[in-house]
C-alpha cells in the first residue's frame, strides 16, 4: 500500500473484505413491517444448568412452542418471536424437536420466527469429544482460557480458528434450510473478546496479526520504518499482555496499538461479513439482529473491537442492552438512547431495546415505545418474554396492543424516513477508536445538550449527512491531510464549524504535527498546546511517562469568519478532572452504569450562544417547551412530508408547545398541519400560522407522545 492511503486509510481495511464481496441486502419484510418482539430465547438445558428453572419447566417450555403462545403474541400486536435453538454450538434435539413444531404454527397463523445463536462461546460440559479433537477456544496471552462473566463452562472461542466459522455455518445452515426461519438473533456477534476481560492473544490471532501487518506494510520498507521504527514486523506481539492496565488509558498513539484495533475492527468486519452473506446466499429474506454491545461514552473499537457503522451494514437490527432508558434521572438527568439511535441508523439499521420493566409503573413503557417510535422510525421491538424466561410479555398488554394497532395506523408516516440534521456532531471512526476518553466525554455533553434543546442533529461517523450547516468536532486529535481539507472545503462553501480542543494537532498516524491540521481555518488567537513532560521517577527502571498537554488560556473561546462559513474554537469544553475512573480495582474496565457525561457542557449557555452564532439563523426547526421533552425531526422520501416527533419524559402532561420550523426555500407552500398521537384524541389539539418564512405550530398539549406532520407542496 502507498504511505498516503496508509495515513488516511479507515479503521477497517478493506482489502481484507475483498474476497467476500458485499452481496447483501435488507429483507422487504424488515423494512416494510413494524417490528414487534417476543422472546424465549433461553433453551431448556440452559436454565437447568444455571440454576434459574422452576418445577414444572417441561410443561412451561411445551408452552412456548404452543398454539396458544403464538396467538398471544399475536394478540398483543407482536409480529416476531424469538425462541431459543442453539446456545453455544450445543442444540438438545428434544428440544429441537418442539422447534420444528413451533416454526408450522407460527407459518399457520402468520408470525414470524426468529431463533436464538450465541457463538463467540462453547458450551464445554456438553461438548467434550469437540473439544479433545478440535483447538477453538480462545486464549489470553498467557495462555490461559476465559468464559462468559462467572458461567465458567461456557468458554470463549476465537473465530480466527477455522473450526468456529464452520461451526457457525453449520447452525445458521440448519436453521434457514431446515427450521425456514425469518430472523437469525446473533447474539454475542463479536470478535476476539473485551479487553480486561480475557480478550484473545491466542496462537491464531498471534499468527493472523502478523500477517496482517505485512500485507499492510512489507511492501513498503520505507514506511514502514517511519512507521513503527523497523522493519521486523514479524517480531511484532499483540500489545496489552504484560503490564496493567492492559490497555492504554489516553490517547492511542502507540503504532502497534492502533494496528491492533485496527485488526480486531477488521476482523469483526470480515466475520460479520462472512456470516451474513452465508445466510444471504441461502434465503435472501431472512433478517439479523446482531448484538455486539453497541457504546456511547466507551471505547468500543478499542474495547471490543468493533465499529458500528461497518457492523450495522450486516445487521437489520442492532441490540442494545443498555440501561439509558428514556426517564429523567436521579438529579434531573435526561436520559435516552438518541445517540444509540442514530449510530444504528447510519448504516440504515434499527436499533433493538427492550421496552418493558413491569416493576415500573405503565407511564415508563408508554414512554420506552414512543421514544423507539421517535427515534427507530416506528420499530418498537422487545415487549418481552416468555413469562418461564424472563418479563412476562403479557403484562400490559393492552397498552402493547394499543401501540401496535396505533402504529399500523400510521404506518404510512414511519417509512420512507430520513433524519433533519441541522447539525452534525462528527464521531469519526478512526479519531474516536485511538482517542482519549475526554474526546467521549466532550461529544457526550455536547450531544446531551443538542439533545435537551431540540436542535435537528445526527451523529456521524465518516461522510456527514449533505443537509449538515454545522460540524462539531469533539476534541479530534487525529484528523489525516485529506480529512483536514475536505473541512477546509466545508467552511469555505458557507458549513460552519465548533472546533473543541486540540483536534486536527495529529495527522493520519497519531504523530504530532508542529501546528494544527485545521490551521488555515482556526482564529489566529488559537495556540498549539506544548507537551510537558513531569520529573516523577525515582530510579532508571520506570519510562517516563508521555508529556502532558499545556493548554493556553482555557477560558478562551474564539470565533472567525472564514470563507463563506463560520469558525468557532473552545479550548476545553469538559474538565478531565470531573471524568470517573475507566477502572476496576483490579484493572478490569469499569462498565458500570455511569451518568456523569449525560448533561450538557457546566458553559452551557456559551455554548448555546456559539451554536447559534454558527447556525445563523439557519435552523429549520425549533421547539419551545419543558426541559424533558424531546424531539426528532424527518423528511420523507417520495413525498413533501415534514415530521416533527415530540417525547415527553416528564410525569405530566405539558402545554403550550411551540414549534417554529423554517420554510425551505424556493415555492414552497403548506398543505395542511397535523398531529397525531397515541395518548388520545384531546391531545391532538394544533393551531398553525405564517410569520414571514417561519411555519409557527401551537400544540395545546402533550401527553407522552405526539407527532406533527407537515404536508407540503413544492413548486406552486
Ligand atoms: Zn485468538
Redesign the pocket.
Known amino acids: 500500500m502507498e504511505e498516503k492511503e496508509l495515513l488516511e486509510g479507515g479503521l477497517v481495511d478493506e482489502q481484507f473484505l475483498a474476497d467476500l464481496p458485499h452481496k447483501r441486502k435488507r429483507p422487504a419484510w424488515v423494512l416494510d413491517e413494524s417490528l414487534v418482539s417476543v422472546g424465549a430465547w433461553e433453551p431448556l438445558f440452559h436454565r437447568r444448568r444455571l440454576g434459574t428453572t422452576q418445577v414444572d419447566d417441561e410443561k412451561l417450555y411445551a408452552y412456548e412452542h404452543s398454539e396458544q403462545f403464538v396467538k398471544e403474541i399475536l394478540e398483543i400486536g407482536g409480529n416476531l418471536l424469538i425462541t431459543a435453538y442453539d446456545k453455544n454450538y450445543y442444540v438438545d434435539e428434544d428440544e429441537y424437536a418442539l422447534k420444528k413444531q413451533l416454526a408450522a404454527l407460527c407459518k399457520k397463523h402468520g408470525l414470524r420466527l426468529g431463533v436464538y445463536i450465541r457463538a463467540d462461546n462453547i458450551y464445554t460440559e456438553a461438548l467434550p469429544d469437540r473439544l479433545k479433537n478440535e483447538d477453538l477456544l480462545?486464549?489470553q496471552a498467557d495462555g490461559r482460557t476465559s468464559s462468559y462473566g462467572s458461567q465458567e463452562w461456557r468458554k470463549n472461542i476465537?473465530?480466527?480458528?477455522p473450526g468456529n466459522i464452520e461451526a457457525f455455518k453449520v447452525s445458521v445452515h440448519r436453521a434457514i434450510t431446515d427450521l425456514g426461519v425469518d430472523m437469525l438473533h446473533l447474539d454475542g456477534f463479536g470478535v476476539?473478546g473485551t479487553e480486561t476481560y480475557g480478550a484473545?492473544?491466542?496462537?491464531?490471532?498471534?499468527r493472523?496479526f502478523t500477517t496482517f501487518l505485512v500485507r499492510r506494510w512489507d511492501a513498503d520498507p520505507k514506511s514502514c520504518k517511519r512507521r513503527f521504527g523497523h522493519t521486523r514486523l514479524e517480531g511484532i506481539e499483540p500489545p496489552g499482555f504484560a503490564s496493567l492496565p492492559a490497555i492504554p488509558t489516553g490517547r492511542i498513539a502507540d503504532p502497534v496499538w492502533q494496528e491492533w484495533i485496527r485488526f480486531r475492527c477488521t476482523w469483526t468486519a470480515r466475520v460479520t461479513r462472512i456470516i451474513s452473506e452465508y445466510a444471504y446466499e441461502l434465503n435472501p429474506g431472512v433478517a439479523i439482529l446482531g448484538n455486539a454491545g453497541l457504546a456511547v461514552r466507551e471505547n468500543s473499537a478499542l474495547l471490543c473491537g468493533y465499529e458500528p457503522a461497518t457492523y450495522c451494514q450486516h445487521v437489520d437490527m442492532m441490540c442494545n442492552e443498555d440501561a439509558f432508558d428514556a426517564h429523567i434521572g436521579p438529579e434531573g438527568e435526561i436520559i435516552q438512547r438518541v445517540r444509540q439511535h442514530k449510530m444504528a441508523a447510519n448504516a440504515g439499521a434499527f436499533l433493538w431495546n427492550y421496552m418493558h420493566n413491569p416493576a415500573q409503573p405503565e407511564r415508563h413503557l408508554r414512554t420506552q415505545l414512543s421514544h423507539a417510535a421517535a427515534f427507530n422510525r416506528g420499530r418498537a421491538t422487545g415487549i418481552g418474554f416468555s413469562f418461564a424466561c424472563y418479563n412476562d410479555f403479557r403484562l400490559a398488554g393492552d397498552v402493547k396492543r394499543k401501540y401496535a394497532d396505533w402504529l399500523k395506523r400510521h404506518w404510512e408516516h414511519f417509512q420512507n424516513v430520513e433524519s433533519i440534521n441541522d447539525v452534525v456532531v462528527w464521531r469519526e471512526s478512526r479519531a474516536m477508536a485511538f482517542a482519549e476518553p475526554i474526546t467521549y466525554a466532550t461529544a457526550m455533553r455536547i450531544e446531551q445538550l443538542l439533545i435537551e434543546d431540540r436542535i435537528p442533529f445526527h451523529i456521524a461517523p465518516g461522510d456527514w449527512p449533505s443537509d449538515a450547516q454545522v460540524l462539531v468536532l469533539p476534541n479530534l486529535a487525529i484528523i489525516d491531510d485529506a480529512q483536514c481539507a475536505r473541512l477546509t472545503q466545508f467552511a469555505e462553501r458557507g458549513g460552519s464549524l465548533l472546533i473543541i480542543g486540540q483536534t486536527s494537532i495529529l495527522d493520519g498516524w497519531g504523530r504530532r504535527r508542529n501546528n494544527f491540521g485545521l490551521r488555515a481555518i482556526l482564529p489566529p488567537q488559537v495556540k498549539a498546546s506544548g507537551l510537558v513532560f513531569e520529573q516523577h521517577i525515582a530510579g532508571a527502571n520506570d519510562p517516563i511517562k508521555p508529556g502532558c498537554e499545556k493548554i493556553d488560556d482555557k477560558e478562551r473561546w474564539t470565533r472567525q469568519q472564514f470563507g463563506a462559513g463560520r469558525v468557532f474554537h473552545i479550548p476545553e469544553l469538559v474538565a478531565p478532572a470531573t471524568q470517573p475512573s475507566l477502572f476496576n480495582i483490579d484493572y478490569s474496565y469499569n462498565f458500570g452504569l455511569d451518568l456523569t457525561n449525560w448533561r450538557t457542557p457546566e458553559k452551557a449557555d456559551e455554548t448555546r450562544n456559539a451554536l447559534a452564532w454558527l447556525l445563523d439563523g439557519r435552523q429549520t426547526f425549533a421547539v419551545e417547551t419543558e426541559r424533558g421533552v424531546i424531539a426528532n425531526y424527518y423528511r420523507q422520501s417520495g413525498s413533501e412530508n415534514r415530521y416533527v416527533h415530540l417525547v415527553n419524559l416528564n410525569d405530566h402532561v405539558v402545554t403550550n408547545t411551540a414549534v417554529k420550523y423554517k420554510l425551505p426555500p424556493a415555492n414552497t407552500t403548506i398543505k395542511d398541519v397535523s398531529v397525531i398521537s397515541p395518548d388520545g384524541d384531546k391531545f391532538q389539539k394544533i393551531d398553525w400560522r405564517m410569520s414571514g418564512d417561519h411555519l409557527i405550530i401551537s400544540l395545546e398539549s402533550l401527553d407522552v407522545y405526539s407527532v406533527i406532520i407537515v404536508r407540503m407542496q413544492a413548486g406552486v
Open positions: 480462545a486464549r476465537c473465530f480466527h480458528k476476539g484473545c492473544r491466542c496462537d491464531a490471532c498471534r493472523d
